[in-house]
């Protein structure tokens, strides 16, 4: 029935596609060759949520019903020495799946970030899709704190992030 609405949406005039979370790039994968099937060719943007804490990926993969792949709570357990151990492996994670998911024809990646770069910043750069010097302006002071755009659009600052 979840497909049947989608093809109605997308009969409608949707003209793409955002997936919900999932941390299995398989699962993508799956889903765009199960949207085909059913007639929806609509471009499928994958829906990454970034790894920042391990009690966060509790949560989420629990309120989500998000499937992991074989070993993925074991690694994330024990990478979760320290909050920077948990990021710099969120970081791996996340490259590693995006890879995955752009080499199977992802048409580009829609971050879930919760307001938090860190981890999608860190993603973009083992990906290369922003160098280092750009990775070191999107953290640079507290930019996210003072010129943060909600999602109606409207941003919280005196003028634009330098």
């Not at 005039?13 to 609509?42: H, P, S, W």
């Not at 290369?128 to 919280?156: H, N, P, R, W, Y």
Request: net charge neutral; glycine share 12%.
């Amino acid at each position: 029935i979840e497909m049947e609405y989608l093809k109605e949406k997308v009969d409608a005039g949707a003209q793409f596609v955002i997936t919900q979370m999932f941390l299995d790039g398989q699962v993508y994968l799956n889903f765009v060759k199960e949207c085909r099937a059913y007639g929806i060719n609509v471009p499928i943007v994958p829906g990454i949520m970034c790894l920042n804490t391990f009690g966060g990926l509790q949560r989420m993969t629990t309120l989500c019903k998000t499937r992991l792949p074989p070993g993925f709570l074991e690694q994330a357990k024990a990478a979760n020495t320290s909050d920077d151990a948990f990021k710099a492996w969120g970081i791996e994670a996340g490259v590693k799946m995006c890879k995955e998911i752009l080499e199977g024809g992802a048409p580009g990646l829609h971050f879930y970030t919760l307001n938090l770069e860190r981890v999608v910043v860190g993603v973009l750069v083992g990906l290369g899709l922003v160098t280092k010097e750009q990775a070191a302006a999107c953290s640079a002071g507290e930019a996210d704190a003072k010129f943060m755009v909600s999602a109606q659009g409207i941003t919280t600052g005196a003028g634009s992030p330098k």
